[in-house]
């Protein structure tokens, strides 16, 4: 690189990493500010929560037929058969919190909450027996089966977000 290139590369640089850096210490603080007014249970729960959320978002973008990346492919949906083997663990009894929207029916109505919790953990089963066969296709449909247990046990176990 010369002159004027070479600066503006290391402008660019220098730009990204004070972005990068900044943005981490704001979403450090923002995750300590919540997760100190959530009792551990809420804070683990709704981290696990966002870990589903973010291991299908990226199976979407991996599953969409731009990126060849089957390793990863494989990772995310291992990821997500993991957190269903363990969902059912991360309600204890009464651990409600205003910050929390998880309804008092998953204790009022524990047999079906847990059946819900099941059909999950079966439906990331079969997502990640699909994925290790490497028919993406396939592993797509398994994923939005896995989206749709996801937004039936919402529909009845979670307050609506607050306005």
């Known amino acids: 690189m010369h002159g004027p290139v070479k600066r503006w590369t290391a402008v660019v640089a220098a730009a ?3 972005l990068v850096g900044n943005t981490g210490n704001l979403s450090a603080q923002g995750d300590s500010n919540r997760q100190a007014a959530d009792p551990p249970a809420v804070a683990y729960r709704k981290a696990m929560m966002r870990s589903n959320s973010a291991h299908v978002s990226s199976l979407r973008a991996l599953l969409g037929g731009e990126l060849n990346l089957p390793a990863h492919v494989l990772h995310h949906t291992a ?3 993991a ?3 363990i969902s059912a663990h991360i309600f204890p009894e009464g651990s409600t919190h205003p910050n ?3 309804m008092d029916e998953i204790w009022n109505k524990k047999d ?3 059946a819900q919790v099941t059909v999950f953990a079966d439906a990331t089963r079969t997502l990640n027996a699909i994925a290790q066969r490497g028919f993406n ?3 797509l ?3 939005t089966v896995v989206r749709q ?3 039936a046990c919402h529909t009845a176990f979670r307050k609506p977000a607050a306005q």
């Open 149 to 151: 247990t996801c937004r």
């Open 79 to 81: 990821a997500l058969e």
């Open 137 to 139: 296709d396939q592993t």
């Open 16 to 18: 990204g990493v004070m």
């Open 83 to 85: 957190n269903g083997r």
């Open 112 to 114: 079906e909450f847990a």
């Open 100 to 102: 929390s929207r998880a």
């Open 141 to 143: 449909a398994a994923l």
